[in-house]
């Protein structure tokens, strides 16, 4: 996957620390030890963190560039404790101010082998729950690090300021409400959440590493009219401990975004829970959970509306929100290869497909896929579609092999229906927002023949892309649009005939009087009666080239215009 962050050698803060940074001491508290566990850390916990791998077996073995500095942080995803070991050999012999400063895997607290191993080379090792979903982790390590960034460029010096950080305001909550705290989105995600203590209940450890709680309990909030009451209401709703199924009391209130006008109701943004610990609430806990969900509000929505400053970069790397890009500085802060060529793949759902809560959600799989195929991937969403941007892609068969498993992958897994167009090779990053036009391009031609063309290029596609803009400057003028036309659609109209559809069927027969009746299913005498009076309606003659070309033009023109209307 990309490099999630600047480089070792920018400016750094009065306490030392890298600018846009965090200290793995702020990590861990931040991830909680329901989620993560120091196992050791021979340079102490006070090391700067500014960057971020996600990485699996295929990423390491083509590891090879031992010139340039390793991102500080890593996430080991399904690597072997043997294969480990290796890295961490290949590590050691690095210039220390080259290699990885932390490290977080699974197999971390089982492997006295990777521990030393890890601590040979000087790197912290950190543990992860064995049942934490790395979907669910590697987004938390994110944020913090863009809130940093954040935070940095304001010229805020704490990280955890409460009114831009949510990690923030759930210690601040946690601590004047008492309790632990969970903030979710509206899809019950976990956006971030306080230190656990020991009566934290299995709920809600499972929500921290991204599991589903238990269904019986899912039941019964649904049963007491929980959801509901978040959905429709502000009020903080108590929901009373369980015993049988071992969860402890809650107070829940919704976070919701005002409606700018009284038509419409407020839009909920996610809500925010607060557990009983081994102390009671305070006694305005009720009043500190309102407050927090204003604060919350204000919080996602910035960040709904406003993407990071490396999301803004990324952005204009595609060609949006204009004003041009300045590529070496892109390279620089994302990490990117500055040669080489590259890859633009766009993802669009199909016209039939609706995708709940927009495309918020199938682009963060996308980019967790796309960075496990390439960890130096970059992707974002530019309106009602999905880009990913592949650096120094190894072969445009294994691009396109991706692609497809990717769109089959999502109508299996999640049932959306996706269509995929590549532009490959792109010589370079200058030239990223001119491939993102021609997969766009591609993406608008192939729409009608979905589920034809699913995975394919402006090569494979040309046909369809240029016939499809061909019509679109048709549309774009009246007086390219032949009146005559109308009239056979009015004489269908009138008679209840289907003359149009005859000629259409007679045109792709090619003139084929019996192919075009058999699928018509009338006799060939009764088809030939019909172009007659198609003709005789229209006034052209079938059988010259140019009639006939335009008059096909004209009927693919309105059938497109048809299906238009028909799906808006």
């Given at each position: 996957m990309k490099t999630d962050g600047g480089t070792r050698t920018g400016s750094t803060e009065s306490s030392g620390r890298a600018a846009g940074?965090?200290?793995?001491r702020e990590l861990l508290?931040?991830?909680?030890?329901?989620?993560?566990?120091?196992?050791?850390?021979?340079?102490?916990?006070?090391?700067?963190?500014?960057?971020?791998?996600?990485?699996?077996?295929?990423?390491?073995a083509t590891e090879t560039d031992s010139q340039s500095p390793l991102p500080d942080l890593y996430l080991h995803v399904g690597i072997g404790r043997a294969e480990a070991v290796r890295w961490f050999d290949d590590v050691a012999l690095r210039p220390s101010d080259h290699r990885a400063r932390a490290v977080m895997s699974k197999n971390a607290a089982t492997s006295t082998a990777l521990q030393a191993?890890?601590?040979?080379?000087?790197?912290?090792?950190?543990?992860?729950?064995?049942?934490?979903?790395?979907?669910?982790?590697?987004?938390?390590?994110?944020?913090?690090?863009?809130?940093?960034?954040?935070?940095?460029?304001?010229?805020?010096?704490?990280?955890?300021?409460?009114?831009?950080?949510?990690?923030?305001?759930?210690?601040?909550?946690?601590?004047?409400?008492?309790?632990?705290?969970?903030?979710?989105?509206?899809?019950?995600?976990?956006?971030?959440?306080?230190?656990?203590?020991?009566?934290?209940?299995?709920?809600?450890?499972?929500?921290?590493?991204?599991?589903?709680g238990p269904r019986d309990y899912l039941r019964a909030l649904q049963r007491w009219g929980v959801f509901d009451r978040l959905r429709n209401s502000d009020e903080v709703i108590d929901v009373p401990a369980h015993r049988k199924l071992g969860t402890e009391r809650r107070l829940v209130v919704s976070i919701r975004q005002p409606s700018e006008d009284a038509t419409t109701s407020?839009?909920?943004?996610?809500?925010?829970?607060?557990?009983?610990?081994?102390?009671?609430?305070?006694?305005?806990?009720?009043?500190?959970?309102?407050?927090?969900?204003?604060?919350?509000?204000?919080?996602?929505?910035?960040?709904?509306?406003?993407?990071?400053?490396e999301g803004l970069l990324i952005q204009r790397l595609f060609g949006a929100r204009g004003g041009g890009v300045d590529v070496p500085s892109v390279v620089s802060a994302l990490n990117l290869p500055a040669t080489g060529p590259a890859a633009v793949v766009g993802f669009a759902v199909s016209a039939t497909e609706t995708v709940g809560g927009g495309l918020t959600g199938l682009g963060s799989m996308l980019r967790l896929q796309a960075s496990s195929f390439r960890r130096d991937s970059v992707a974002t969403i530019i309106g009602e579609r999905a880009y990913v941007l592949l650096p120094?892609?190894?072969?445009?068969?294994?691009?396109?092999?991706?692609?497809?498993?990717?769109?089959?992958?999502?109508?299996?897994?999640?049932?959306?229906?996706?269509r995929a167009a590549i532009a490959i090779p792109v010589p370079d990053l200058g030239q990223v927002a001119g491939a993102r036009v021609e997969v766009d391009r591609v993406l608008d031609g192939t729409a009608a023949t979905f589920p034809e063309g699913r995975v394919t290029t402006l090569a494979e596609s040309r046909t369809a892309v240029l016939f499809g803009e061909i019509l679109d400057l048709l549309a774009e003028h009246r007086e390219l649009h032949d009146p005559r036309l109308d009239a056979l659609v009015d004489y269908d109209d009138k008679h209840a005939s289907n003359l149009q559809d005859s000629a259409e069927a007679y045109l792709a027969a090619h003139g084929d009087v019996r192919a075009a009746a058999a699928v018509l299913q009338v006799h060939?005498?009764?088809?030939?009666?019909?172009?007659?009076?198609?003709?005789?309606?229209?006034?052209?003659?079938?059988?010259?080239?140019?009639?006939?070309?335009?008059?096909?033009?004209?009927?693919?023109?309105?059938?497109?215009?048809?299906?238009?209307?028909?799906?808006?």
């Open positions: 940074s965090i200290t793995l508290s931040a991830l909680d030890t329901s989620v993560v566990e120091l196992i050791d850390a021979p340079a102490g916990t006070e090391i700067a963190l500014a960057s971020v791998a996600l990485v699996d077996s295929s990423d390491l191993a890890a601590r040979r080379a000087g790197v912290a090792l950190v543990a992860v729950h064995p049942k934490a979903r790395w979907d669910h982790v590697f987004p938390l390590v994110q944020r913090m690090l863009d809130r940093s960034r954040r935070s940095t460029g304001l010229g805020d010096p704490d990280l955890l300021a409460t009114d831009t950080d949510l990690f923030g305001l759930a210690q601040i909550v946690a601590q004047n409400a008492g309790g632990m705290v969970s903030i979710e989105d509206a899809q019950s995600h976990v956006l971030a959440y306080s230190a656990s203590d020991e009566a934290a209940d299995e709920l809600r450890t499972l929500s921290i590493l991204g599991r589903e407020a839009r909920t943004l996610g809500s925010i829970w607060l557990q009983q610990g081994v102390a009671p609430f305070a006694d305005d806990a009720e009043d500190v959970l309102r407050g927090a969900s204003a604060i919350a509000a204000r919080i996602i929505s910035r960040s709904l509306n406003a993407p990071s400053t120094r892609f190894t072969s445009a068969k294994s691009v396109t092999t991706w692609t497809r498993q990717l769109v089959e992958q999502f109508e299996a897994k999640r049932s959306i229906a996706l060939p005498n009764t088809l030939r009666y019909r172009i007659r009076r198609v003709e005789e309606i229209v006034g052209i003659d079938l059988h010259d080239a140019s009639d006939r070309m335009l008059f096909e033009l004209q009927l693919a023109l309105r059938r497109r215009g048809e299906a238009d209307s028909t799906h808006y």
